[in-house]
């Protein structure tokens, strides 16, 4: 069983930064990939990010590119998401989750291949 918690979120005004982490408990952190989604109200939940298990493969949309970064501390079981230059359209409740699939798969960019998941964190861009 595995239990993920993000923190982070909060209000930002346009232009601004914030970081998200998640921190994960059970199972082999190590060994797997995580993945960042968020949903809006009344939106279905997109995909942001996933990085594989040892960080040497990272996946963004095309919404996030060049303004979104994951990384991931596998000794501190953690993974973080640096957003800059916020938008209000990422206005959305953020959460990780972890895809157990064995290593050499796609990053998965869908929702219903990751495993498990935390509770969410809000973040909020003002204009």
């Known amino acids: 069983q595995v239990q993920l918690v993000e923190s982070g979120g909060g209000l930002v005004q346009a232009g601004g930064s914030l970081r998200l982490s998640c921190a994960a408990s059970?199972?082999?952190?190590?060994?797997?990939?995580m993945g960042w989604f968020r949903q809006a109200p009344g939106k279905e939940r997109e995909f942001v990010s996933a990085?594989?298990?040892?960080?040497?493969?990272?996946k963004y949309a095309d919404s996030v590119k060049e303004r979104f970064t994951i990384s991931r501390n596998n000794a501190k079981r953690a993974v973080s998401l640096q957003m800059t230059s916020l938008k209000p359209e990422d206005t959305a409740v953020y959460y990780c989750?972890?895809?157990?699939?064995?290593?050499?798969?796609?990053?998965?960019?869908?929702?219903?291949?990751?495993?498990?998941w935390g509770q969410g964190t809000q973040v909020t861009v003002s204009s």
């Open positions: 990085i594989s298990w040892n960080g040497g493969r990272t």
């Open positions: 059970g199972g082999y952190f190590s060994t797997y990939a």
């Open positions: 989750a972890a895809d157990l699939r064995p290593d050499g798969t796609d990053l998965a960019v869908v929702a219903d291949s990751y495993d498990y």
